[in-house]
Nanobody, 122 residues
Framework: QVQLVESGGGLVQNGGSLRLSCAAS????????MGWFRQAPGKEREFVAA????????AYADSVKGRFTISRDNAKNTVYLQMNSLKPEDTAVYYC???????????????WGQGTQVTVSS
């Protein structure tokens, strides 16, 4: 089973940038699609971005497309989420998850990490 640990969250000003990392353990990491999700206080968890196991296919929520970029480095067993032009509405706990395809990870994500807090001030 793949275990995930998120890091890189923090406090930034409106318009700033952060890069989140999701480190995975397990020898089968290269064969999983990966996804990023977020949950703001009082709201349901929502999809942010996903990437296929080869790193060639990606998907983004409309709210972040053009601002966020998902990538992966399978040699380092790590998935990244580069977040630019951050807005206060991006404030949330960000989680990563796995699935056997982009379609699967976006609908039935598994192996949630512990999450990392992102706070964007105005």
């Amino acid at each position: 089973q793949v275990q995930l640990v998120e890091s890189g969250g923090g406090l930034v000003q409106n318009g700033g940038s952060l890069r989140l990392s999701c480190a995975a353990s397990g020898r089968t990491f290269n064969y999983y699609a990966m996804g990023w999700f977020r949950q703001a206080p009082g709201k349901e968890r929502e999809f942010v971005a996903a990437i296929g196991w080869r790193g060639r296919s990606t998907a983004y929520a409309d709210s972040v497309k053009g601002r966020f970029t998902i990538s992966r480095d399978n040699a380092k067993n790590t998935v990244y989420l580069q977040m630019n032009s951050l807005k206060p509405e991006d404030t949330a706990v960000y989680y990563c998850a796995v699935g056997t395809s982009i379609a699967i990870v976006t609908t039935t994500p598994s192996n949630w990490g512990q999450g990392t807090q992102v706070t964007v001030s105005s």
